[in-house]
């Protein structure tokens, strides 16, 4: 079955900084990547997605980028805020078993002041 | 729309007991997830249904029971609490019309077993 690995598990950098999250999934024909942000004590909240015939997508200050031959996606988040601290999860639909959304193990950002 | 609902928001249990959390959704999405996530860690998939009916198992199932009469609700099952089933339980949902969608997230069944 599909695994999603995510890197680093924590990550802490200067505000005004940029921060990089990495993800790897196993299943060669997953298609659909979404990215989560988890406060504490809060519910997952989407962030941004992106589709497998997608290379790259960017909302403001947050960017996914997608390698498909390399099976892996990352998140970069640019001129970080104190707002941006939080837990993120990516996670990875696999078209073999469609519908089934897998997360990775989460990266705790701290953004330094 | 109130989204995906969870009930309880805490509860605490003794081993040996067994409770149902609920789950229901007004988006009238087929889709519906059970995921735990332990203290500082991530989302594990405990049962997943792709519509009324139907259901299966995810990366965690031993230990629960799911049932999909209905399209809005998905109540998850424990019916012999083990103090490792201690977690923050959460349902979702999603619709998967018109290509890949995202998951909507209740708010979370923070249950202790004791």
């Known amino acids: 079955g599909e695994n999603v690995e995510q890197h680093p598990s924590t990550l802490s950098v200067q505000e005004g900084d940029s921060a990089v999250i990495k993800c790897t999934y196993s299943?060669?024909?997953?298609?659909?990547f979404p990215w989560y942000k988890q406060e504490l004590g809060k519910r997952p909240q989407l962030i941004i997605d992106i589709r497998s015939n997608v290379g790259e997508k960017k909302d403001q200050r947050i960017a996914v980028t997608l390698n498909k031959t390399a099976k892996h996606f990352s998140l970069h988040i640019t001129e970080t805020q104190p707002e941006d601290s939080a837990v993120y999860f990516c996670?990875?639909?696999?078209?073999?078993?469609?519908?089934?959304?897998?997360f990775g193990s989460g990266t705790r950002l701290s953004i330094r002041p | 729309n109130a989204g995906v609902t969870q009930t309880p928001k805490f509860r605490i249990l003794k081993i040996g007991q067994s409770m149902t959390l609920q789950c229901t959704q007004d988006m009238n999405h087929n889709y519906m997830y059970w995921y735990r996530q332990d203290p500082g860690m991530g989302l594990k998939l405990i049962y997943y249904s792709v519509g009324a009916g139907i259901t299966d198992k995810g990366e965690v199932p031993n230990g629960y029971n799911v049932s999909r009469s209905t399209t809005e609700d998905f109540p998850l099952r424990l019916e012999l609490a083990a103090p490792s089933q201690t977690s923050v339980y959460f349902c979702?949902?999603?619709?998967?019309?018109?290509?890949?969608?995202?998951?909507?997230f209740g708010d979370g069944t923070r249950l202790s077993i004791l």
């Open positions: 979702a949902s999603r619709d998967p019309g018109q290509g890949d969608q995202p998951q909507h």
């Open positions: 299943d060669s024909a997953s298609n659909y």
């Open positions: 996670a990875a639909e696999g078209y073999s078993s469609a519908s089934k959304i897998i």
